[in-house]
């Protein structure tokens, strides 16, 4: 097969994140746009991006993008599209589908127009007239902004996200996907140390280690496109090896995990065990005020509490009161604090160096970035 394109989608504000992740992997033909980095490569990439990608959504195959202002035109340009080179003729292929700023507005009837067309498609290559949708899935996704449609197959199933690991879920848990983005942007070096003083149920620190480790996120689930025909197994095969061959063995991480509430440590811990990681992560019940370490240059990257109740802003403003406090003492540190509350620098006591807009699911927040000195430079 020549080479394909293919669409890593992304969080609002992690663009830049996911693209450097996909030119990691060896990708150079990228194109950043908002929510989604588009590559080309070859089948392969379809393996090593659903495994090796930590802070994007989906990987997509786009299978076209055009102007459509009619519902003939997006249903004779659907058809044009070579469906058959991608989907079996027993294959179950469900179509969803957005609209944003377009003409074509009714989201229920473009999935219907591209159904048809889909299936008009099949029908020519397979010479049948109706198809049992038994096989694979194959989620096909038209997506229209400001009059352009754009035609994609998942390759992932569920959301990339979904690692395997967190069976339990805490009462408001942090995506995988973001808190790998968090560490990423701090630009976390394995051998320091990192804390997350509100780990919750454990994310933060998980995905701390499982890039320690090099351990690729996706090595303990299963992908859609792993069921195609079209792409060989032992493309996956070749691909799994490739992530275990680079797994690091014995590494000396330093990475802690303290929360104040004894539940929610306890599914950190489970989650760890499932990740295969609990030999590398220190787990604490403490509140934040007792945070204490004689370690310099270390790390604290954390999504503390936020105060969307009214009756929880008092509480949490103390908090973070008092984290301004402790961290005052960590003069060799650097801080990364994900929050939506407004005052956040207010209450801290310090301006941040640096801070990004991201969304936690669908709340806005800020990533407050309070960088420490560097360490003196090591001798040999």
């Not at 996911?18 to 393996?47: H, M, P, Q, W």
């Not at 058809?79 to 003729?89: G, Q, S, V």
């Not at 067309?117 to 694979?136: C, D, H, L, N």
């Not at 079209?230 to 990475?255: N, Y």
Request: hydrophobic share 40%; net charge positive.
């Amino acid at each position: 097969m020549a080479a394909i394109e293919l669409i890593a989608t992304a969080t609002f504000g992690l663009e830049a994140v996911v693209a450097r992740e996909v030119r990691d992997l060896g990708y150079d033909e990228v194109t950043v746009d908002n929510g989604k980095v588009t590559f080309k490569a070859d089948e392969s990439a379809i393996c090593r991006a659903n495994l090796w990608l930590r802070s994007a959504d989906r990987v997509l195959v786009k299978m076209g993008e055009f102007p459509a202002t009619s519902f003939e035109e997006l249903f004779e340009k659907t058809k044009a599209l070579p469906w058959p080179d991608w989907i079996p003729e027993d294959a179950n292929f469900p179509v969803e589908g957005k609209s944003i700023r377009s003409k074509l507005f009714s989201v229920p009837d473009c999935q219907a127009i591209v159904k048809k067309a889909v299936v008009e498609s099949m029908k020519r290559r397979y010479r049948r007239q109706w198809f049992e949708e038994t096989g694979p899935r194959y989620t096909i996704e038209v997506a229209l902004l400001k009059d352009v449609a754009t035609l994609t197959i998942d390759t992932s199933g569920a959301g990339l996200h979904k690692r395997g690991y967190r069976k339990l879920a805490s009462a408001a848990p942090l995506k995988e996907t973001l808190a790998a983005a968090m560490i990423s942007l701090a630009h976390w070096f394995p051998d320091r140390l990192l804390i997350d003083p509100f780990c919750g149920s454990g994310t933060i620190p998980i995905e701390a280690a499982l890039i320690g480790l090099n351990r690729a996120p996706g090595l303990k689930r299963e992908f859609a496109a792993e069921k195609w025909p079209v792409i060989p197994a032992r493309l996956w095969q070749a691909a799994r090896q490739e992530a275990e061959d680079l797994v690091r063995l014995q590494p000396v991480l330093q990475i802690r995990g303290t929360d104040v509430d004894k539940e929610v440590l306890s599914l950190a811990r489970y989650h760890a065990r499932q990740a295969g990681v609990d030999g590398h992560i220190h787990w604490q019940q403490m509140p934040v005020a007792e945070l204490r370490t004689q370690q310099k240059y270390g790390y604290i990257i954390c999504n503390p509490p936020y105060g969307q109740r009214l009756e929880e802003l008092p509480a949490v403003e103390r908090l973070y009161q008092e984290m301004g406090r402790v961290f005052k003492a960590l003069d060799t540190w650097s801080f990364y604090v994900l929050t939506a509350h407004h005052n956040f620098e207010k209450l801290f006591g310090r301006r941040s160096d640096k801070k990004r807009k991201l969304y936690n699911g669908r709340i806005e927040c800020n990533y407050y970035q309070f960088l420490g000195p560097k360490p003196p430079r090591r001798h040999p």
